[in-house]
């Protein structure tokens, strides 16, 4: 690129305003107007992010009247229908009356208005622009290698373009302006502005051309590692990753977005990565450039055909295949069965921040739990958890949660441990439930022969390893377990233990809670007044619980509308024994509907104050359920 000799410049006023999907580069655009405002003391850069809109209508407000008043203005990553309509009109307006506007990775009605010079979008694509199509077509072919011949593409288009005169130098424009905001670090954003200002300053401002010198943009790798202690943070090496000293507890696979760590915007990456490694984990946390993470998953968490992570967590809060923008399940899925280890999607909030999380009642936004939650599951992600966010609204740069970032941690310890544990070891804990209560249900559910079907899993389990006491048919089965001796302790299934009530009371920690609700422990559900009663039967190292009744007798579902209630004693004191007696190794919960997710707490992304995520805690559970309801 040529190369400008820097001079003293006017205090011309000029705006550059930058419309995207969130704010992670709102600190590298404010640290590039400090620096590059005594060079362009007239220079305002601008930057508004779509996911403030909806929590702050003020905000939208502000970005439209930017948007009307821009000189040079830059869109990406604008593609919900909402946000699409909230700011194409201004663009509309203003596309023709200021010097440029760039619109990229985003819906078509908004690239549509992209005006550089002599090149713009509204047409059908001929000369550089059918070209790029032909070759962005071929490369989307290729699976797992499109994002990176993408990327490939993208550098090699402005050296083949700048010896076209005509429009193909705004064509050559429009990809390095792509270049330096897809490596968006501090000085390749600085240099974006300069290059943005220097080639489309127009009238009074065009004294601003040559004002400054124009850098190439900095190439980084493509797809590689980040750490916070490695030089550089990021290299296209894992050899260049820290080695961990001491125990070794096993390798963990983290997959982040590459924007965050080129903007050095990382404290809620970084947070996961001290607390892995805190519990004696090799953490291996790898980018891809573009929205399909496949091309990191398999330079840096396979060895030829050889998995070399015992789990993977997503830390980007979207899609492995598709990021925010679509979604190819079948793809994420081939890669997912292959790789054969947990895979756990986690979320940093994007939509709100975490003070309007931690208050709300229903956790993740719609827009949050269909992009972060149900389409990472459709790929086979499990155990989705908040991580890390804003602290207000209208804050720049992520913080970690560290409550919940234990709990993330603490769940992938569980898993690894489960993962590397010899099956004849395990202990399971099926739950079966029993709704309503005292009526004969325990072991319903819609379209499940529960007992049957449970007969058969003890069968597989024992041909697979586990130890397995299976009884002699499925008869027998169900007799041990709802029947037994519950008419010994009046109760309405097999008493297989007994939880002291000083053990209990000892052991809970959120007691006053439920005392609040239910009274002194242990309650009038489920105890002799000395011990509290835990149902179902043992089967080997498979033990069979009945989950407990959730709610008041005679209206068990009032639970689910009363806000700030707690489980009874006994519900509280069946999970307990779970972990702390029992000691189990998984949990699988077994048909529909279970109580536990009926517990008082949000709809999505549980805080440390939900119930169903006090009551689980650490263990690895699973829920055998058929998807049959969309209400589901």
Not at 190 to 200: E, K, T
Not at 602 to 627: E, F
Request: glycine share 8%; net charge neutral; charged share 20%.
């Amino acid at each position: 690129m040529k190369q400008k000799r820097t001079t003293a410049a006017k205090a011309t006023p000029i705006k550059l305003v930058v419309v995207t999907l969130d704010s992670h580069l709102a600190s590298v655009m404010k640290e590039a107007q400090v620096s590059l405002g005594k060079q362009m003391p007239g220079l305002e850069l601008c930057m508004h992010a779509a996911t403030d809109w909806e929590a702050d209508p003020a905000s939208l407000q502000a970005c439209k009247d930017d948007i009307a008043s821009g000189d040079i203005i830059l869109v990406t990553m604008i593609f919900l229908d909402h946000q699409i309509s909230a700011v194409l009109p201004s663009l509309v307006a203003r596309r023709d009356h200021c010097d440029a506007m760039v619109c990229c990775m985003s819906a078509a009605e908004i690239m549509k208005q992209t005006r550089m010079g002599r090149f713009s979008m509204d047409g059908e694509a001929t000369g550089p622009m059918a070209l790029l199509k032909r070759l962005r077509g071929k490369s989307s072919k290729s699976g797992k290698g499109a994002g990176a011949q993408q990327a490939s593409v993208l550098r090699q288009l402005p050296r083949i373009l700048r010896f076209i005169p005509g429009t193909a130098q705004d064509v050559r424009a429009y990809f390095l302006t792509l270049q330096y905001w897809l490596a968006a670090s501090e000085e390749n954003i600085r240099q974006m502005v300069c290059f943005l200002i220097d080639r489309y300053a127009a009238g009074p401002r065009e004294v601003l051309r040559g004002s400054v010198k124009v850098e190439a943009p900095i190439e980084y790798p493509e797809t590689g590692v980040y750490h916070p202690g490695m030089k550089g943070r990021i290299s296209g090496k894992v050899s260049a990753l820290p080695r961990k000293r001491g125990k070794n507890q096993g390798r963990v696979g983290l997959l982040v977005m590459r924007s965050y760590a080129l903007a050095g915007n990382t404290a809620h990456y970084d947070t996961v990565i001290a607390g892995l490694e805190a519990r004696g984990y090799q953490v291996v946390t790898a980018f891809a450039s573009g929205l399909d993470a496949r091309p990191a998953v398999q330079a840096f968490f396979k060895d030829k055909d050889k998995t070399t992570v015992d789990a993977v967590i997503s830390l980007t809060g979207f899609s492995l295949v598709g990021g925010p923008a679509y979604n190819d399940a079948g793809a994420a899925e081939a890669m997912l069965a292959d790789l054969d280890v947990p895979y756990i999607a986690a979320q940093p909030l994007e939509f709100q921040s975490v003070r309007r999380w931690e208050e709300s009642e229903h956790g993740l936004t719609p827009i949050e739990a269909t992009m972060m939650v149900a389409i990472p599951e459709l790929e086979g992600a499990t155990g989705p958890m908040i991580y890390g966010g804003r602290d207000e609204d209208g804050a720049d740069d992520m913080s970690p949660h560290q409550e919940r970032i234990d709990t993330l941690v603490a769940r992938v310890d569980r898993l690894v441990q489960l993962r590397r544990q010899a099956r004849s070891e395990r202990k399971l804990a099926v739950v079966l439930f029993n709704f309503p209560p005292n009526g004969g249900n325990t072991g319903t559910a819609a379209n499940l022969a529960v007992f049957g079907s449970l007969y058969n899993t003890l069968q597989r389990l024992a041909e697979e390893g586990y130890k397995v006491e299976l009884p002699a048919s499925v008869d027998a089965l169900r007799e041990a377990i709802t029947e037994g001796n519950a008419l010994q302790y009046g109760a309405y299934a097999n008493v297989a233990e007994m939880v002291d009530v000083d053990d209990y009371v000892r052991r809970e920690p959120h007691l006053a809670e439920i005392e609040a609700q239910w009274g002194p422990a242990p309650g009038k559900q489920l105890t002799d007044g000395r011990r509290l009663f835990i149902l179902g039967a043992h089967f080997g190292n498979i033990f069979v619980g009945v989950q407990p009744a959730f709610g008041w007798e005679g209206d068990p579902m009032r639970l689910l509308f009363e806000r700030g209630f707690s489980p009874t004693h006994a519900f509280s004191a069946f999970y307990d024994y779970l972990k702390h007696e029992y000691r189990a190794s998984a949990v699988l919960h077994y048909g529909t509907h279970g109580a536990l997710e009926f517990m008082p707490g949000k709809q999505v992304g549980m805080s440390q104050t939900c119930w169903p995520d006090r009551l689980i805690g650490d263990l690895p559970h699973y829920y055998l359920y058929a998807s049959n309801n969309p209400s589901e």
